[in-house]
């Protein structure tokens, strides 16, 4: 019987998008829900099995983890990149990779919600409508701010959108920023500096790597209006966190809605869960019931064509 690994299932609910008792006489399935403590953890813990079902840019996939599960065959990620798997240990140990499908509406709607959190200080008075007080605070408007993106891809482009709908003046940077793309959606090209000085909401949808590995930094933060939000929904070390923190903590900037993290789970103790300004989520922009049914039933899909010998939807 095949060995199956199901992992990073934080809320427990792969079973509610797919009937694992059916595979049951075929698979031998295990979830982990908590997050393994280190490598050497899930090393030991995933030394048995054959193929892992694993949630993108949580567990990393590294060249040790792979060169030490000897009996690993497939790997099988949400989504058809994940930078947390290295692909070139798996070719050279010809373990198949594969993904699935993903909607990338769901990240763009996290990020409004996000903004309009920032802008009308959601947080603050729902804390303080549980405490007994009444309108504590001011917020600002949308309409006839400035929002600055950074990446103008499948997400950028919704976001840029939803801003134009707000009546907001759109403007996007990016190392690769097509200019057609700019001018189909009304957006005005700019460089990074513009950007960061004139933007009132500046918001990130630029993939991971070192490209855009701390590109912010107090050096960003502190062209930045002391007026403007930043909102990270694409990866943790795209900004600095310790430089954020500090950003925050002396009000360099009015505040920041992040979503992704530098470590993730983000430690209890971690000092961005203790700045007022900071409005945070636990990395749930893909997090829906429609993605995860996308991605447990297409997981189980190419779990079967990889052991049929016919594999589908491969990473390479």
């Known amino acids: ?27 031998e399935i295990k979830v982990f829900s908590e997050p393994f403590i280190d490598e050497n953890d899930a090393i030991e813990q995933l030394s048995d099995f054959e193929a892992l ?12 983890l792979i060169s030490n599960l000897k009996k690993l065959k497939f790997i099988i990620t949400s989504g058809m990149r994940n930078k947390a798997v290295n692909l070139d240990a798996a070719k050279k140990r010809k373990i198949i990779v594969s993904g699935t499908e993903i909607n990338t509406n769901p990240t763009c709607e996290l990020t409004w919600a996000l903004i309009l959190g920032l802008a009308r200080n959601i947080k603050p008075e729902i804390d303080n409508m549980y405490q007994g007080y009444w309108q504590t605070t001011v917020g600002v408007e949308l309409k006839g701010k400035i929002l600055g993106l950074v990446g103008l891809g499948k997400v950028g482009s919704q976001v840029a959108k939803i801003g ?5 003046q759109v403007m996007a940077w990016s190392e690769n920023l097509i200019l057609d793309k700019c001018k189909e959606l009304d957006v005005l090209p700019s460089s990074k500096e513009d950007l960061i000085q004139n933007a009132d909401f500046i918001s990130i949808h630029v993939q991971g790597g070192e490209r855009y590995k701390n590109c912010f930094t107090l050096k960003e933060f502190d062209k930045m209006k002391k007026s403007s ?36 789970p983000l430690p209890s103790d ?20 429609e993605n995860y049914s996308i991605f447990y039933n297409q997981m189980i899909e190419n779990l079967e064509a990889c052991v049929s010998g016919k594999p589908k939807r491969i990473i390479e």
């Open 164 to 168: 134009k709908a707000f009546g907001m």
């Open 1 to 27: 019987m095949i060995k199956v690994a199901i992992l990073d299932d934080y809320q427990n609910v792969s079973q509610e998008f797919v009937d694992l008792k059916k595979l049951s006489g075929k698979y």
């Open 53 to 64: 079902l694993i949630m993108r840019e949580r567990t990393k996939i590294t060249e040790n």
């Open 229 to 264: 939000f930043l909102i990270n929904t694409s990866r943790g070390p795209i900004v600095n966190e310790d430089d954020l923190i500090i950003a925050l903590s002396t009000n360099v900037i009015a505040g920041a809605g992040i979503d992704v993290y530098e470590k993730e």
């Open 270 to 289: 971690h000092k961005l869960r203790f700045i007022p300004n900071a409005l945070l989520l636990p990395h749930i922009g893909y997090v829906t019931a």
